[in-house]
């Protein structure tokens, strides 16, 4: 099972999906296009959160996304 | 007559709260549904039922310490309060929209828990243990770029990174983070982005050099 764990004001929303299960999919990636259109990055991470990249695809045989907002320098 | 207080949004209740057995001049905590946030008591009242009679209630600052109240009371049925409030306007603090507001501050607080929660348990499923003792003990923790370079994050988000030298000395202070996220939600981004995009956190960041 993979998830995505999306960054927000009231705190992170998870997401899990199976990559055999077309529909789990279909949500995940509808919610990862959904967040890079507002300019979230994101991180494809082990469930460890090592060996991790910035990813602009969405994977679904990624083991955990995680996806922040755009940072901007303080 | 007393004179109704205007201006404030206060505004007649409309509904009826249970507050249990209460007596004038109580010190006891305000009932549950009328309680007040951590930001002190307030002047405000209720229209509830005390031994079965319905009644107005309200309660005033009564020490410095914010911690005590006295209750004031006013019983009847409700018609006959309705018909209090109607000719003389009894009670000038009107609970409705304070309380309102109250519950909303405390909804807001319980969310804002929940989100913080929820952000150090992200945070600390992208730490080694080593790191989260580190954040407990001290407030920081390293972490190392993929070109080797060490980072000290602390604990907040303005500033809170430092890139630290082959000593462990800080040389220079940088600033980047993710806006509208709990203070951990920007840890964890900045762990991830100094792990595996450190170029473009650098390129994104305010950096303040620290002179030795």
């Known amino acids: 099972m993979s998830e995505m764990r999306v960054m927000g004001s009231e705190g992170d929303v998870k997401i899990t999906w199976d990559a055999g299960v077309e529909e789990e999919v279909k949500i995940a990636r509808k919610t990862f296009d959904k967040m890079k259109a507002k300019s979230y990055i994101a991180f494809k991470v082990k469930k460890d959160g090592s060996q991790g990249k910035v990813i602009d695809e969405f994977d679904p045989d990624a083991e955990k996304i995680i996806m922040a907002p755009q940072m901007s320098g303080g | ?212």
């Open chain 2, 1 to 212: 007559m007393a004179t109704p207080r205007r201006g404030r949004g206060y505004s007649k209740p409309d509904r009826v709260t249970t507050v249990g057995d209460m007596h004038v001049g109580s010190t006891a905590n305000c009932p549950a549904g009328w309680t007040v946030s951590s930001a002190g008591w307030k002047f405000y009242g209720g229209y509830g039922r005390i031994n079965d009679r319905a009644a107005w209630y309200r309660s005033e600052v009564v020490d410095s310490s914010d911690t005590l109240a006295t209750y004031t009371f006013t019983t009847g049925t409700i018609e006959e309060l309705d018909n209090l409030w109607a000719r003389e306007h009894v009670f000038d603090f009107r609970p409705q929209p304070l309380t309102d507001a109250f519950e909303i501050f405390q909804a807001e607080v319980e969310e804002s828990k929940k989100a913080r929660q929820a952000a150090k348990d992200l945070l600390y499923s992208v730490l080694d243990p080593m790191q989260i003792h580190s954040l407990e003990q001290t407030g920081f923790f390293v972490v190392f770029s993929q070109s080797g370079k060490p980072y000290q994050i602390q604990g907040g988000h303005v500033l809170n990174v430092a890139e630290l030298d082959g000593q462990g000395r800080v040389v220079a202070r940088l600033c980047a983070l993710p806006e509208g996220v709990p203070d951990e939600d920007v840890m964890t981004a900045q762990v991830l982005m100094l792990r595996y995009a450190e170029e473009m956190f650098r390129g994104i960041a305010n950096i303040r050099t620290e002179v030795q």
